[in-house]
T-cell receptor
Framework: LAKTTQPISMDSYEGQEVNITCSHN???????ITWYQQFPSQGPRFIIQ???TKVTNEVASLFIPADRKSSTLSLPRVSLSDTAVYYC????????????FGPGTRLSVLP | DTGVSQNPRHKITKRGQNVTFRCDPI?????LYWYRQTLGQGPEFLTY????????KSRLLSDRFSAERPKGSFSTLEIQRTEQGDSAMYLC?????????FGQGTRLTVV
């Protein structure tokens, strides 16, 4: 069961780039790395997913080094509305026991 | 809106009463998960269905909890003889490959 470690909280200012790193030393060969965003009183929302190297979509980039023991979610030019909790998950979701949320990183974007 | 619908959004019940929540997943997704989330924590896996078959149950799912997914469509989660410790957000997610689509959850308050 892959476990993840993320910073509990981070602060940033509007317009800055934010990088949140997640450690997952025990990642398995079949595991993907997925990041979710959650606002209060809402369910988590998929942001991005990757297996190796770099993935970019319209909202974020995900950097994964060759050993895959960590990953970094990069949010370009954050705004106040990006204030949320960000979760890093490692697993293949074919098993519920293997699709584990940690406590996440609480990002606060300040004006 | 992810396409996953949960009802009710909020439920207040007296200790000892039974409650039932409903989840309507995205129709073409055959995998459905239930999670429980308490304040300041990430979602915790409860159970998982592949079509109508309940394939996994977490040890968190005591015998007071039961889930069904008749005909592989909507799912229900029932809690019998509720306790104050059952107060939480109950989230449902349907999966497409390794991506989870969450509903907005049902917030249960046991008084």
């Amino acid at each position: 069961l892959a476990k993840t470690t993320q910073p509990i909280s981070m602060d940033s200012y509007e317009g800055q780039e934010v990088n949140i790193t997640c450690s997952h030393n025990n990642i398995a060969t079949n595991d993907y790395i997925t990041w979710y965003q959650q606002f209060p009183s809402q369910g988590p929302r998929f942001i991005i997913q990757g297996y190796k190297t770099k993935v970019t979509n319209e909202v974020a980039s995900l950097f994964i080094p060759a050993d895959r023991k960590s990953s970094t979610l990069s949010l370009p030019r954050v705004s106040l509305s990006d204030t949320a909790v960000y979760y890093c998950l490692v697993g293949d979701s074919s098993s519920g026991q293997n699709f584990v949320f940690g406590p996440g990183t609480r990002l606060s974007v300040l004006p | 809106d992810t396409g996953v619908s949960q009802n009710p959004r909020h439920k207040i019940t007296k200790r000892g009463q039974n409650v039932t929540f409903r989840c309507d997943p995205i129709s073409e997704h055959n995998r459905l998960y239930w999670y429980r989330q308490t304040l300041g924590q990430g979602p915790e896996f409860l159970t998982y269905f592949q079509n109508e078959a309940q394939l996994e149950k977490s040890r968190l799912l005591s015998d007071r909890f039961s889930a069904e997914r008749p005909k592989g469509s909507f799912s229900t989660l029932e809690i019998q003889r509720t306790e104050q410790g059952d107060s939480a957000m109950y989230l449902c997610a349907s999966h497409r490959n390794t991506e989870a689509f969450f509903g907005q959850g049902t917030r249960l308050t046991v008084v």
